[in-house]
């Protein structure tokens, strides 16, 4: 099992920044892809980033390829989300997932979700 956390997650003005944090604890983090993904109120949980258990390999979905950055601290058991330049339309509720084999935009593929996180961008 992997038990996922996320933090970070707050009230910011269009245009602000915020940075998101995922701890992770339970098995060892390095051997774990792990990807971003947000839902909003209504809507279908979409993929947003994925980084390879290294950390060598980062993914991106189009609508915020050159606004968010994800990375990780493998010493620190943590993976990062980055959100620059936010957009009312990015506020939503932010998860994390975790998977040993997979490294996909499918939330499907992903075993394991932390909670998630709110993200409210204000106009």
């Known amino acids: 099992q992997v038990q996922l956390v996320e933090s970070g997650g707050g009230l910011v003005q269009a245009g602000g920044s915020l940075k998101l944090s995922c701890a992770a604890s339970?098995?060892?983090?390095?051997?774990?892809?792990m990807a971003w993904f947000r839902r909003a109120l209504g809507k279908e949980r979409d993929f947003l980033a994925a980084?390879?258990?290294?950390?060598?390999?980062?993914y991106y979905a189009d609508s915020v390829k050159g606004r968010f950055t994800i990375s990780r601290d493998n010493a620190k058991n943590t993976v990062y989300l980055q959100m620059n330049s936010l957009k009312p339309e990015d506020t939503a509720v932010y998860y994390c997932?975790?998977?040993?084999?997979?490294?996909?935009?499918?939330?499907?593929?992903?075993?394991?979700w932390g909670q998630g996180t709110q993200v409210t961008v204000s106009s």
């Open positions: 997932a975790a998977d040993r084999t997979f490294i996909t935009r499918s939330e499907g593929d992903y075993d394991y």
């Open positions: 339970g098995r060892p983090f390095s051997n774990y892809n």
């Open positions: 980084i390879n258990w290294s950390g060598g390999s980062t």
